[in-house]
């Protein structure tokens, strides 16, 4: 069974609001709630959003092989607990997960009977880029970081499973829906 839904994106495609809209409508998809070292935003909630802790802290969680994956993003570590993961398996439950496109492939790797892969982008580079300054949460030179990032990010959008282009919301969460399986 492909339990471990595992989704990445580039900044700005929408795949938190897809990952949410998913959740409302079937409820019983479980949340792999990452943690991070960032500081959280204004509309995050901790525990919610990310568990957000302190660099030293995560440290200490990778050295007690808590993550089955991690990597420092834009300056911060993201990681996502094994227990999340072990915990859906185990009950037989679907977990959604967002994660970087690294991370995603080693969780590909590392179950590869239940996880499946879906990379969401849109239909280009500069609608991404204006998505971007819409949020209103980045300096301009954190936006330029993130679009280095996403240069390398669609370098790997071959390597998942699934591709969904989300530039019409409804169909992009609708194609979501098919690919895991879930009746409408």
Same mark, same amino acid.
């Given at each position: 069974m492909n339990n471990l839904i595992v989704i990445s994106a580039p900044s700005g495609a929408g795949k938190s609001t897809l990952c949410r809209a998913l959740q409302e409508k079937y409820p019983e998809i479980l949340f792999s709630i990452s943690s991070t070292t960032r500081l959280r935003r204004e509309y995050e909630k901790n525990g919610y959003d990310y568990n957000f802790i302190s660099e030293k802290g995560f440290k200490k969680k990778i050295q007690a092989n808590k993550f089955i994956e991690f990597e420092e993003v834009h300056g911060y570590y993201y990681g996502t607990p094994k227990a999340n993961i /072990? /915990? *859906? !398996?185990?009950?037989? %439950?679907?977990?959604? #997960?967002?994660? /970087? $496109?690294?991370? *995603? #492939? %080693?969780?590909? %790797? *590392?179950?590869?009977?239940? *996880? $499946?892969? $879906?990379? !969401?982008?849109?239909p280009n580079v500069s609608d991404l880029l204006e998505r971007l300054r819409k949020r209103g949460t980045e300096s301009e030179e954190r936006i330029k970081k993130r679009m280095e990032r996403i240069v390398m990010e669609l370098d790997y959008k071959n390597k998942f499973d699934y591709c969904i282009i989300n530039d019409d919301f409804n169909r992009a969460l609708n194609e979501l829906i098919k690919i895991i399986g879930i009746e409408n």
């Open positions: /072990d /915990d *859906a !398996i185990a009950n037989n %439950k679907y977990l959604l #997960l967002e994660v /970087d $496109v690294k991370g *995603a #492939l %080693k969780i590909k %790797k *590392a179950y590869p009977e239940q *996880a $499946v892969t $879906v990379f !969401i982008t849109l």
